[in-house]
DNA sequence: TATGAATGAGGATTCATTCAT
DNA sequence: AATGAATGAATCCTCATTCAT
């Protein structure tokens, strides 16, 4: 049992915030542990790899940000538009909180080291993402299109606001700048306004 | 005199390509050389660095971007929503001619090695973009807020949404989608309909 | 905690050999550190280039000299004559025990890579020398001359002579000989018998 | 027949200069190239590679000395000192009229890349010197010891001055130093001064 | 168990040499 | 014949990984 509750989780978030700012390749396994405040060898008491703490740090923002999310949608929702709140604070809400693990997900297509597990776990997000999209089409709340592509319009929207304020983080952002965002990515995939009442 | 008359653009083009695919970091001079099938040391007839190389295929890059966006807005428009789809025309002209050099430009937030010129350039081309949303605010054609914010969340929303097809570029997107992403991006910038007064 | 006691004077040494043997810049990094019995990155962990080992190396050899001749210098002699010797067992105490030092700093007016430091200590010990001419000189024991230049033709012989026994040592020398060469450079610095007054 | 009336030794000089500054692995051929002021491909077509360049250039230097210490002893001397004035003559004026093949000549102890030819005709001048040496020596003139550690220590003293005043060459001396240091070296091998009669 | 010194394969860069012009 | 752009082997240096302590 490691001497520090959890050195791993230490790791990971070190791993993390250096892969937001220099890149998986150019981050070193001694910065890591230097920032981690561990030796480098106790990272491979951890970790087998390099590769197995890049995607062990994916993972564990990727579940971290699926929680968010679950949680933040638990609750019914009387529209797609309150739907898309819900869905939006989740985002933030992990943004804020987990800046560089926001950072370093929004960076995966990268992702030369990524595993299976990794890919998968992406792609079950993704699906959420999808699920709401199509949902709120059915409903007449969401533009026609791809879910897909309406998916990665919005959330590459919101990247690029995070990356824009970097370092940042939404909570820092003036809070009328904040709904204007919000209201503005809603915008993005909101149907004609006419049509809008529903949400 | 050189034996071919573009090695300069030939291992621009395959650096672009490289690190829009790896990473600069993760991007090997081998590599690049190897896909612009030249010798290695060919490289260092042309760049002094690995750096050098990274900041010239940069500029490069947003030089033509630069140019791309002058051509297309060049011609006046009678509004602001008209103008929006030069501007449009001149991103996803660009993406789809060149489309690792758009990839590449998305991704440099990474940007350890960008030079004094490289950032030069890339505020300068911010500048442009943000001059267009507060152009189209005074006409109350784009929605409030801060127009550094709001170019963030419109070329975030298109750099996502080239992620999400690559490697497929803009131009094979049936037209229906692209309209679509076009309009929705316009829905993120526009003012609300109803305080619309020229769009 | 360093698993060999002296890693760095380890490599200092197998340097000091291969550069007087082939040259600075005919020396290569994995043949220092071969000879030194060690991995080539562990060279880095010692000194920052080879840049720095070279002057590390020289300045190393040039302390050790210095500390001989202050230690052969101590006791007080009682004539310019008795000083030559202590200054030739000085010089040819360090070429025996570490002839490769010896033949490395007889070479380093080809120090391209030498920096302030390591000239700084070289001026210090011609200084040295110089000062000894000069004090001979006012006693009439040392033939008139520019006294860095006595110093040269003196210095230069001691080298020619070691240079010319290579790999053999001072030390191996036959006896007769030894006297003989000290004898002569002895001739090279005195005045002529008949002005010389203490010698 | 090359353009030039002499490229070949135009190359020669070049690299000799630059061997004697930078050492013969410290110096690139291009460097010799732009030094000679032709273009690199051209020293190939007259030497077949750097190392073909560093022997012949070693080589040339050689010959010219051994031409002047030839020339300079041609007329029969009265007196071993008087001998020792032509060969003073003889080394002086060559390393006044070629520094840098005289520098060049003193260092290459290091000569890794001499061939057979270059190391015979230095045996050739060793000898040359050598029996100068013994045959003073026979004649009660020159101290006694191994004629090669003499030799040794008299051209070592000589190159240490040398390399003293660098860049400045011998009749940069002012006079007065210049028979000094021949006096110098003459006392470092002539016999015992009160059998110094006959010198 | 935790460490960080040591390692050597791999990456950036240089430079002797070739060869199309 | 002369050139210098092009090449890739060889060099310096880095960094993921191991292992003695």
Redo the contacts with the bound molecule.
Sequence with gaps: ????PD?RQLLIDAALALFAERTYEGT???AVAARAG?????I??HFA???ALGNAAFQDAKRDLRARLIAATAEPAVSTRAQFTQFWSGFTGFASSRPEAFAFLEHQQHDTFLDEDSRALAAELDQMAADFIEHGQRAGAIRDGEPRLLVALALGALAGLLRAIRPATVTDIPPVERDRAEEAIWSLLSASPLSAKDS
């Design positions: 049992m490691p001497r520090h050195i070193q396994m001694p561990v030796g480098v060898g106790s491979y008491r790899s390099k590769e």
